[in-house]
């Protein structure tokens, strides 16, 4: 699964590590509020994203097929 970001920035992850992980989350508020430009529209958030791996202002997500 591959997250990128409004300015090319991404991140690669394992299917089978987020595959119904609620510990890894696509989100478009904070708090009840809407995201901050600084993350918006969406943020990969949560207790299982660490440092390099947290991903702001998402605009597309691949389902990466290796053959």
Excluded: C, M
Excluded at 7 to 23: E, H, I
Excluded at 30 to 39: A, F, H, N, T, W
Excluded at 56 to 61: A, D, G, L, Q, T
Aim: without cysteine; proline residues 3%; aromatic residues 6%.
């Amino acid at each position: 699964v591959r997250v990128i970001a409004s300015d090319g920035y991404s991140r690669d992850f394992d299917s089978a590590g987020v595959a119904r992980n609620g510990n890894i989350i696509v989100a478009n508020e904070k708090d009840g509020q809407p995201l901050g430009s600084e993350k918006w529209p969406l943020a990969l958030v949560g207790s299982d994203v660490h440092g390099g791996a947290k991903v702001s202002k998402i605009v597309e997500i691949q389902i990466i097929f290796n053959t």
